[in-house]
Structures are given as structure tokens and as C-alpha cells.
């Protein structure tokens, strides 16, 4: 017979959830389904976390053109490449961080850990808003690529392996990132300027506009500090032909420091997020 508090037992031959976690499971569930919904029926977040990328790729594609110098591959196709980073950034970072940020300012947060659901369903529905919006949004900016700029899709099992690690790792990093740096903004009206600025920061000087090694040594050194240009790097090996990897500053793509760093951001969010994540904001009574 098992414990007692074990996840499954025995009862009269049959099979019975230990009842805490089946209300976790139903919590984690309920809660999910709120987070999707009032992700797509908020206009602003539709905006600004999933359509912005799209509009940045259809714009700034019809706007390039030209190959990079030393290669002979298509700008658009490099920039392609980090903008799908940039949207899953955009999903995970942007519009997790302003989300907790106005729940913790207008006491939802409180009164969700006051309430008798589980605190961790809370976190299970941001992950779970995090993994359908990011999966919607690479989707999306793939087949504007591909329909419209002729982007080459990942022409090995590699290649595609590599596209999934490299957003799931950069997702989860995003994602705890998002809920730690939510701590630091002091009030819903300001949440999205906060946000915004490191954000469009980061996507001039990882790479993603612009070849990286033509970037001043000084911005190379801060972006690689930050998860974004390594998921970039890592995209561009996925999409990009392999001799462009003469013009990354190493001279190869690095995948395994690409892992490394992107698990180390991962185990850093999570610190962070365990250091800095407050029920309460400072102008909740």
C-alpha cells in the first residue's frame, strides 16, 4: 500500500487520484483556460506581443534587400531569423511581464493567493499562455517567411531539432525572466514603457537587423550577456546556409554554448523569480 499522500492509491482494486493533486490538475486547468482568453480578447496584447513581429517582418522584408557581406545570403533571410526570436521574446518577456505587472497593481494577484486555488496554478497558466501564444507566433511569422520572402525551411531532422531546443530554452529563460523583472515595475501605467525599452534595446544589438560581428565589440559583449542573441545565433544556424557561419564572431555557430547559456538563463530566472516574485504590489492595501 502507499502513503498516504502518494500521487496515486489503491483502493478496492481501483486506481485513485490523490485528491491535492487532482485539484491542482483542475485549478492549473480552469486557471489556463482564463489566461487564454483574456490574452486574445485584450486588443493591446494582440498588438503589441503577437502582431508587432509580423508587422516588423512584413515591413522591414520588403524593405531589404541586398546579401550580407562576405556570403551570399539574402538579408531578409538573416533578419528573419531573429525576428522569430524576437516574437517568441515578445510572448514570453513582453507580454508575461506587463500581464503579472497589472495583476500585482490592481491586487489580483492577492486576491488569487487569498482565494483557495493552489498558488502554483497560477504559475501553470502563465506557462501554459506562454507555450500556445509563442507556438501561435512562430507559426505565424514562419509562414509569412516562407509564403512571402522565401524563407528555406530546416532542411535536416538536426536542423529542426535545433529549432526546438532553441525555443524552448529561450522561451523558458523569457518566461522566468519576465516574472522576476515584473517586480521592478512600479505600477500598471508604466508597465509597458518599462517592458518596450530593454526589449527594442536588445533587438538592435543582438544581432538581429544587423550581421553581429559588425557590431561595435562593446554592444557584443552587453548583447551576449542576454539570452536574445544567443537564440538568434542559434536560429540562424537553423535557417541560415552553414557557410554563414564564417561571419559570427567565433567563426561556427557554438550550439553547445548556445545550450549552455540559455540553461543558465533558465536556472538564473528561476532564482530570481523565487528572490524577487511578491503576492502583494506596493499599492495594494
Same mark, same amino acid.
Given at each position: 500500500?502507499?502513503?498516504?499522500?502518494?500521487?496515486?492509491?489503491?483502493?478496492r482494486?481501483?486506481?485513485?487520484?490523490?485528491?491535492?493533486?487532482?485539484?491542482?490538475?483542475?485549478?492549473?486547468?480552469?486557471?489556463?483556460?482564463?489566461?487564454?482568453?483574456?490574452?486574445?480578447?485584450?486588443?493591446?496584447?494582440?498588438?503589441?506581443?503577437?502582431?508587432?513581429?509580423?508587422?516588423?517582418?512584413?515591413?522591414?522584408?520588403?524593405?531589404?534587400?541586398?546579401t550580407?557581406?562576405?556570403?551570399?545570403?539574402?538579408?531578409?533571410?538573416?533578419?528573419?531569423?531573429?525576428?522569430?526570436?524576437?516574437?517568441?521574446? &515578445?510572448?514570453? !518577456?513582453? +507580454?508575461?511581464?506587463?500581464? %503579472? *505587472?497589472?495583476?500585482?497593481?490592481?491586487?489580483m494577484?492577492?486576491? @488569487? =493567493?487569498?482565494?483557495?486555488?493552489?498558488? &502554483?496554478?497560477? !504559475?501553470? +497558466?502563465?506557462?501554459?499562455? %506562454? *507555450?500556445?501564444?509563442?507556438?501561435?507566433?512562430?507559426?505565424?511569422? @514562419? =509562414?509569412?517567411?516562407?509564403?512571402?520572402?522565401?524563407?528555406?525551411?530546416?532542411?535536416?531532422?538536426?536542423?529542426?531539432?535545433t529549432?526546438?531546443?532553441?525555443?524552448?530554452?529561450?522561451?523558458? =529563460?523569457?518566461?522566468?525572466?519576465?516574472?522576476?523583472f515584473?517586480?521592478?515595475?512600479?505600477?500598471?501605467?508604466?508597465?509597458?514603457?518599462?517592458?518596450?525599452?530593454?526589449?527594442?534595446?536588445?533587438?538592435?544589438?543582438s544581432?538581429?537587423?544587423?550581421?553581429?560581428?559588425?557590431?561595435?565589440a562593446?554592444?557584443?559583449?552587453?548583447?551576449?550577456?542576454?539570452?536574445?542573441?544567443?537564440?538568434?545565433?542559434?536560429?540562424?544556424?537553423?535557417?541560415?546556409?552553414?557557410?554563414?557561419?564564417?561571419?559570427?564572431?567565433?567563426?561556427?555557430?557554438e550550439?553547445?554554448?548556445?545550450?549552455?547559456?540559455?540553461?543558465?538563463?533558465?536556472?538564473?530566472?528561476?532564482?530570481?523569480?523565487?528572490?524577487?516574485?511578491?503576492?502583494?504590489?506596493?499599492?495594494?492595501?
Amino acid at each position: 500500500m502507499s502513503a498516504p499522500n502518494a500521487a496515486l492509491t489503491q483502493e478496492r482494486g481501483a486506481v485513485v487520484l490523490d485528491p491535492t493533486r487532482s485539484i491542482v490538475w483542475r485549478s492549473a486547468v480552469s486557471r489556463s483556460s482564463v489566461e487564454l482568453k483574456s490574452f486574445f480578447r485584450n486588443r493591446q496584447s494582440l498588438v503589441f506581443t503577437l502582431l508587432l513581429p509580423i508587422v516588423l517582418l512584413v515591413v522591414l522584408g520588403s524593405i531589404f534587400s541586398g546579401t550580407v557581406p562576405g556570403t551570399h545570403t539574402d538579408f531578409k533571410q538573416m533578419f528573419i531569423a531573429g525576428i522569430i526570436a524576437c516574437g517568441v521574446m &515578445s510572448v514570453s !518577456f513582453n +507580454g508575461l511581464a506587463i500581464s %503579472v *505587472a497589472i495583476e500585482r497593481d490592481t491586487g489580483m494577484i492577492r486576491r @488569487l =493567493a487569498s482565494s483557495p486555488m493552489p498558488k &502554483s496554478a497560477y !504559475f501553470i +497558466g502563465k506557462v501554459v499562455r %506562454v *507555450a500556445v501564444t509563442g507556438t501561435l507566433e512562430t507559426l505565424l511569422l @514562419l =509562414a509569412v517567411a516562407v509564403l512571402a520572402f522565401g524563407l528555406p525551411l530546416p532542411s535536416t531532422t538536426a536542423r529542426w531539432e535545433t529549432l526546438v531546443w532553441v525555443l524552448l530554452l529561450g522561451a523558458v =529563460a523569457c518566461t522566468l525572466l519576465a516574472v522576476a523583472f515584473s517586480s521592478v515595475i512600479p505600477n500598471a501605467r508604466s508597465a509597458s514603457a518599462i517592458v518596450t525599452l530593454p526589449f527594442l534595446v536588445l533587438q538592435f544589438i543582438s544581432g538581429v537587423f544587423f550581421p553581429y560581428s559588425q557590431l561595435p565589440a562593446w554592444m557584443q559583449t552587453v548583447a551576449a550577456l542576454f539570452p536574445l542573441k544567443w537564440m538568434t545565433q542559434g536560429l540562424r544556424s537553423v535557417f541560415l546556409p552553414n557557410d554563414f557561419a564564417h561571419v559570427e564572431p567565433a567563426g561556427v555557430w557554438e550550439l553547445d554554448r548556445v545550450a549552455l547559456v540559455l540553461a543558465a538563463w533558465c536556472l538564473a530566472g528561476l532564482a530570481l523569480s523565487f528572490l524577487t516574485f511578491r503576492w502583494r504590489g506596493p499599492n495594494v492595501r
